[in-house]
T-cell receptor, first 109, second 122 residues
Framework: GQNIDQPTEMTATEGAIVQINCTYQ??????LFWYQQHAGEAPTFLSY??LDGLEEKGRFSSFLSRSKGYSYLLLKELQMKDSASYLC??????????WGAGTKLIIKP | GAVVSQHPSWVICKSGTSVKIECRSL??????MFWYRQFPKQSLMLMAT?????????EQGVEKDKFLINHASLTLSTLTVTSAHPEDSSFYIC??????????????????FGPGTRLTVT
């Protein structure tokens, strides 16, 4: 079956770094997405990885290892506004998104 | 680019009535549109997938006669919640997808989300 696993909740301190892990099992693989979702709002696109390695985009970076079925989202210099849920989603062979349940990130001052 | 709008952003209706939610891709042609539902503190749940000009494909457990989906054009899809009940109160989110892969580069054909519609049935 297809499955995306990520931690339910994480807590970090303002100004620190946090890494949110995601493991995936999909029927075929055409890439992995990370979305950010603030409470009461729709998800917004953060990153897309289809090749192994690290993609850096400002304070946010995303890493992919296809051989391990593993990805992580790295958030640096955390700000209070980064408090949100972070959704990991894999694209299967039919370009259907398989969603993780999301990781709620709580930032403390 | 790749903006998706959704209307209305929130709606309150009485039990037994029907509500229509519109989803529009404003600057691209959406060959496929997706409708999601999200209850408080839960993850996104895919309800159905629709391709322009075709009947929607519903996920298991979603009543197609209750949640009517129309995707009549490449820029518009509608979701009608018929005979709404309080348990239908939820956050409904659409997303639109253009052509997948191709020369446009990696990630093209990814889903772009509308802002969501909060439905409250009293």
């Amino acid at each position: 079956g297809q499955n995306i696993d990520q931690p339910t909740e994480m807590t970090a301190t303002e100004g620190a770094i946090v890494q949110i892990n995601c493991t995936y099992q999909t029927s075929g693989f055409n890439g992995l997405f990370w979305y950010q979702q603030h409470a009461g709002e729709a998800p917004t696109f953060l990153s897309y990885n289809v090749l192994d390695g690290l993609e850096e985009k400002g304070r946010f970076s995303s890493f992919l290892s296809r051989s391990k079925g593993y990805s992580y989202l790295l958030l640096k210099e955390l700000q209070m506004k980064d408090s949100a849920s972070y959704l990991c989603a894999g694209w299967d062979s039919n370009y259907q998104l398989i969603w993780g349940a999301g990781t709620k990130l709580i930032i403390k001052p | 680019g790749a903006v998706v709008s959704q209307h209305p952003s929130w709606v309150i209706c009485k039990s037994g009535t029907s509500v229509k939610i519109e989803c529009r891709s404003l600057d691209f042609q959406a060959t496929t549109m997706f409708w999601y539902r999200q209850f408080p503190k839960q993850s996104l749940m895919l309800m159905a997938t629709s391709n322009e000009g075709s009947k929607a494909t519903y996920e298991q457990g979603v009543e197609k006669d209750k949640f009517l989906i129309n995707h009549a054009s490449l820029t518009l899809s509608t979701l009608t919640v018929t005979s709404a009940h309080p348990e239908d109160s939820s956050f409904y989110i659409c997303s639109a997808r253009g052509l997948v892969g191709g020369a446009q580069g990696p990630g093209e054909g990814r889903q772009y989300f509308g802002p969501g519609t909060r439905l409250t049935v009293t």
